[in-house]
Structure formats: structure tokens, C-alpha cells
């Protein structure tokens, strides 16, 4: 007799490195308070990415426990991207959720996010965030709006500033099968995140939305890619190329879509070189000029929206290649924040890049990807 092999409705690849702190919250998050049901149906794969700390260890002794929990170890460390990769190469569920291992869900997400595959059977689902600093002030996302009142499943074409909600693997859960067609997988770099979101939904016929906070963004954790200044920020430029390089070729004839993608890769490289916390003083003229030549580069024949306001006008600068001028807004703009009187915070914060952000609006800067 031939015993069929039941695979999970729900693999979630956690790469791990160098989080000892904050692992055991990131795990349990995931597995803790499932009924039977729902355990059965949820597989966890940790890829230990070679991290110089003791989670490998701990990696360890949390699977021998739980048996829905299984380890990749890596011989050297390749990178969140590559790390992602080998976790997905591993995964039996018919969906697959990427989780960075120092964030973590609160309570319900995961019964929650397999309800709402069971019911709709998406090809991509997305899921709302907080971002939680660590003096524990908590934000919402200027895009979550883009998420409410999406009932069922849509297209991309019907609900086309989804493209504009955050681009990142991880407020995703995507049908493993869907991933297969479309061959898509993690670059090696920083901002590894860019080639792989935006794909997701342009190719997706089923997009659902689970209008929940399912997911806690942990803010400017030491070592995180968004509070460290290095060269490697310039790893930005070779993900947009493959990006536009992927919609040239699944894509040639959607003039729309460029112009949207172009508009968003100019706001982020924006926020990327005028954050202190990635962009050393040294870079910020170098990393200017490349966006300046991508912009040539990518600019659509039939030009594109501009946002409004600052915005804009620093979309224009980009275009002249005029870094003296940009350099002085920027100047302008710090002191006219540091002479502002200050005001009482709002209970909910707003903060996102303007990347993910609907075109013509303004706020305020992330601080992580």
C-alpha cells in the first residue's frame, strides 16, 4: 500500500543571522497557540546563514522539540537574499512566507493568513505591518491604506496601487507553485527585496489582501542594512537593473507599468542617499550621480508623474544631475526642521519610504527597508 506524503499548507523560511536577542520571540511568534489543525498545516525552515553568534545553536535545540521545525545549516555566510534561497529550496508547503528572524508576528497572524489561503487560494497575499522602534513607539505604514476594502481576489490591473504598498518579501505569502512558473528567486546584495516584490504582483491573476496587521517591523536594530553606512547601499543599482530587466522581457509593452516602477525607483534611491544612517557623507555625491544616470537610463519615452511638492522637486534636480542644488535643499530642509517648534506626537505615527508610498504624497522617512 502507497502512503500519499501530506505536505503543509504554509512553509515560513526564516534566514537567521546575528539576532541571538531577539530569535526565540521571532520563533514562537510563529508556532505558539496553534489548535491541531492549524499546526498541521504550518512548516518552519531556519537557515542558520553561517551567524557568528550562538543561533545556531539555539537553532538546534528549538528543533529537536518541534518536529515542525526544521534547520539549514550554511557552510559560510551567502547574505538574507541567497539565505532566503536555500530556505525556499527546502519548503513543502503549497504557500511560502519569508519572515526576517529579528521581527515577529503578533498573536493570530498565522491563523489568520491560513484562513485566507484556504478560502481564496491567492497566488499572492498580502498582509499589513506595524514598525516598532526600540524605544516601543509603533507606526503604521503610509501604504496600508492601499490594502482596505479588496475583497476576494483581484488583478493588478484592477487594483493598480497595490504596486505602490511596501516592497518587501516579507508582508507577502506566496503559492510556491506560482513561484516555480516564474522561476523567480533572491539575488545575491543588498536590497534583494526589489526584483522579487514587484514581479509578484505584476505577474499574479489572484491577489488577496488580509486587511490585518500580521507582521511586527522591528526599527534600527545595530547591524540591520537600514542603520548601517557602507558602499554597499550602491548594491540598489544593480537590483533595479534586473528589475527593468525582468519587465523588458515578461513586460516589453506595458508603458504604465515602467512609468509607475520609474517613478518609485527614483523616491527610493532618493530616501537611500539622503539618510544619514545608510549613506556615508563621502558616497552621497557618487550615489547621486548614479541615480542621475539611472534616470537617463530608465526614464520612460512618454515621461511619467511626478510626486508633488519637495518630492518633486528633487526628481527634478535628479534629472539635471544638478547635486549642488539637491545639496542645498537638503541643507535648507534640516534647518528649517530644527527651527520648527516642536508638536506633540500623534498616538499612531506615520513613516514610510516614499517608494511604497502613493504617488504625490509626502511623509516621512523609514529608517529600514
Not at 52 to 78: I, K, M, Q
Not at 97 to 123: E, T
Not at 253 to 272: I, K, N, P, Q
Request: proline residues 7%; charged residues 25%.
Amino acid at each position: 500500500m502507497v502512503t500519499e506524503t501530506r505536505h503543509p499548507l504554509l512553509s515560513v523560511v526564516v534566514p537567521v543571522h546575528g539576532v541571538e536577542a531577539h530569535l526565540h520571540q521571532c520563533l514562537d511568534s510563529i508556532l505558539d497557540g496553534l489548535d491541531a489543525a492549524d499546526a498541521a498545516d504550518v512548516e518552519l525552515v531556519a537557515v542558520d546563514d553561517a551567524s557568528p553568534d550562538r543561533c545556531g545553536e539555539l537553532l538546534r535545540a528549538y528543533a529537536a522539540s518541534r518536529p515542525a521545525v526544521r534547520v539549514v545549516t550554511l557552510p559560510h555566510n551567502v547574505g538574507l537574499g541567497l539565505a532566503r534561497n536555500a530556505g525556499l529550496d527546502e519548503a513543502t508547503g503549497r504557500y511560502v512566507w519569508f519572515v526576517d528572524s529579528d521581527d515577529w508576528l503578533p498573536p493570530g497572524s498565522v491563523p489568520a493568513v491560513l484562513a485566507r489561503l484556504r478560502a481564496d487560494r491567492p497566488d499572492v497575499l498580502l498582509l499589513d505591518h506595524l514598525r516598532v522602534h526600540h524605544d516601543g513607539r509603533i507606526e503604521e505604514d503610509a501604504s496600508s491604506p492601499l490594502l482596505r476594502g479588496v475583497d476576494g481576489c483581484v488583478r493588478l490591473a484592477e487594483r493598480p496601487e497595490l504596486l505602490r504598498v511596501q516592497h518587501t518579501a516579507w508582508n507577502k505569502v506566496v503559492r510556491r507553485a506560482f513561484l516555480t512558473e516564474l522561476g523567480l528567486r533572491f539575488f545575491p546584495g543588498w536590497y534583494e527585496d526589489i526584483p522579487f516584490s514587484h514581479p509578484l504582483l505584476i505577474a499574479a491573476e489572484r491577489i488577496a489582501v488580509l486587511d490585518r496587521i500580521c507582521y511586527r517591523y522591528r526599527q534600527g536594530r545595530p547591524g540591520a542594512i537600514t542603520s548601517t553606512r557602507s558602499d554597499r547601499h550602491f548594491d540598489a543599482f544593480d537590483q533595479y537593473d534586473r528589475l527593468f530587466g525582468w519587465l523588458s522581457a515578461a513586460r516589453p509593452d506595458e508603458a504604465g507599468l515602467r512609468a509607475e516602477l520609474f517613478a518609485l525607483m527614483v523616491s527610493h534611491l532618493l530616501v537611500v542617499v539622503g539618510n544619514d544612517h545608510r549613506m556615508p557623507a563621502d558616497l552621497r555625491r557618487p550615489f547621486f550621480r548614479r541615480v542621475a544616470r539611472h534616470y537617463r537610463r530608465y526614464r520612460p519615452a512618454g515621461g511619467y508623474h511626478r510626486p508633488g511638492g519637495v518630492g518633486g522637486l528633487k526628481h527634478r534636480l535628479v534629472a539635471a544631475n544638478s547635486y549642488p542644488a539637491y545639496w542645498m535643499l537638503r541643507a535648507a530642509h534640516r534647518i528649517a526642521g530644527r527651527l520648527r517648534p516642536a508638536r506633540p506626537a500623534p498616538a499612531a505615527a506615520v513613516s514610510v519610504e516614499p517608494a511604497a508610498m502613493p504617488a504625490g504624497q509626502s511623509g516621512a522617512l523609514a529608517v529600514r527597508r
